[in-house]
């Protein structure tokens, strides 16, 4: 499953950083961008967030809402979003069971070995629940930049 574009976000369930659960249905009526990263503390992982918490008064003002997920634990995004002053939701989906449904839980090789990990990736769902905007195998540095800019653009028309 690799286009969602103009289809229903798959539905979640996930606690965040602190343990609140989080779900679609509380983003019903607005702009969610729910992105898929790695892992916790690693350094394309960091430059994604810290970006995406450095705009989020940006998309706050567009009223957009941001979520991170990874399969890391509850304590490890509590560790990384304290480390790093994040401000938004950072959910845990240890069993993957989201990352599936959104077709990022991938075979990935490093190093000449293969396993199963995130493909970075993200989704803007819309306020019907609608995916409107799909990025797959994003490079961090410059991806929040690019959302930022098609949001505003989306939002115009």
């Not at 810290?50 to 509590?78: M, R, Y």
Request: glycine residues 6%.
């Amino acid at each position: 499953m690799d286009n969602l574009l103009n289809k229903k976000a798959p539905a979640f369930s996930l606690l965040d950083q602190n343990g609140k659960k989080h779900t679609i249905t509380d983003y019903a009526g607005k702009y969610l961008v729910i992105y898929f990263y790695p892992k916790d503390m690693t350094s394309g992982c960091t430059i994604e967030a810290q970006l995406f918490n450095e705009k989020l008064p940006t998309f706050a003002k567009l009223g957009v809402s941001i979520c991170g997920v990874s399969p890391d634990s509850v304590v490890s995004h509590k560790k990384f979003c304290d480390k790093e002053s994040l401000d938004f939701p950072l959910l845990s989906d240890e069993g993957h069971k989201i990352c599936d449904a959104y077709g990022v839980w991938k075979e990935k090789s490093m190093y000449g070995r293969t396993f199963m990990g995130v493909e970075r990736s993200t989704f803007v769902i819309n306020p019907k629940g609608i995916i409107v905007l799909e990025y797959r195998k994003v490079s961090p540095a410059d991806h929040v930049e690019t959302i930022l800019a098609d949001i505003t653009t989306l939002l115009k028309k």
